[in-house]
Structure formats: C-alpha cells, structure tokens
C-alpha cells in the first residue's frame, strides 16, 4: 500500500490458490482462498492478484518455476521483489523463495525483501507501516479460511 501510495505499481501474484487449505472452494473466483485474497487486495486499494493456479503443496525449487518467476520479472521490470522468509515451515513458501532468489539473481537489479507468513523470521528492515496499518488489519480478516485453522 505504501508503495502504490509513493506512485510505484504494485503486482501481486499469487503462485497457487491454496486449495489444500479448505474444503470448499466457492464464488467466481474460483477457490475460497483466493477470493479471500481478492477482498483483502480491494480493501487495500491495490489491483486484484494474478493467480498462477500451480499445484497447492507441489511447488518445487526447479527451473520451470524459476522460469516462471523470470518471466514474470522481465514482464513487470520490478525494483523490489518480496518473497516468503526462508524460515517458513510450508513447504511452497521455502520453494517459492528459494526459485524467487535464483531468478532474481538471473535479472539485475531487483532487490529482495522477505515477509513471514507462519513463522517469525529475523528482520533487518524496519518498514513503518503506520499510515496504512489499519487498513491491513482490515485486509486480514479478509481471510477467514486461515483464521479459522489457526
């Protein structure tokens, strides 16, 4: 959000729409998850995800998925890329970083930033979210699927 605020375009690509984590996928979009992550970016202000629809608990630090993201790269020619932390249990989210590292690599010029999910991670960045911060909260509870199991 802050960054749209500033004038930077903002992508959000969401690599699989999580049908593992429900039971009951539902609406237009397709899947309950992602329609949560639809609400939650329309509560933001920011422009509806892309899903990739790759497999939910299948993605795997592999040249396909490395491509992918490249591809993605050359397409959007971002300045920041964020990732899921490497300290993540969920298996996706550990390949998701490790194939989202090696791209970037790949394409010059981007930096990484990491964000935790599930699991606390050790920050070397502080980003002072509090022009946006309630909006975010209301974003979260956009997804109802999650806090549901946690």
């Known amino acids: 959000m802050l960054a749209q605020r500033q004038g930077l375009r903002v992508h959000t690509i969401i690599a699989s729409a999580g049908e593992q984590g429900v039971d009951d996928p539902v609406g237009d979009a397709g899947h309950r998850r992602l329609a949560e992550s639809h609400a939650a970016a ?11 629809h790759l497999a939910d608990r299948q993605l ?4 396909p998925l490395i491509q992918r993201i490249e591809q993605a ?8 890329l964020l990732l899921p932390a490497l300290t993540e249990p969920h298996p996706d989210h550990q390949a998701l970083a490790l194939a989202g590292m090696a ?14 999910v599930g699991a606390p991670t050790q920050p070397n960045t502080l980003v002072d979210i509090t022009a946006v911060a309630d909006l975010k909260w209301k974003a979260l509870e956009a997804f109802a699927s999650q806090e549901e199991r946690h």
């Open 60 to 63: 795997r630090h592999s040249l």
């Open 42 to 52: 329309r509560t933001m202000g920011l422009p509806p995800p892309v899903c990739w």
């Open 73 to 80: 790269l050359r397409v959007h020619q971002p300045r920041w």
């Open 103 to 116: 791209a970037a690599q790949r394409h010059q010029g981007i930096s990484l930033l990491f964000y935790e």
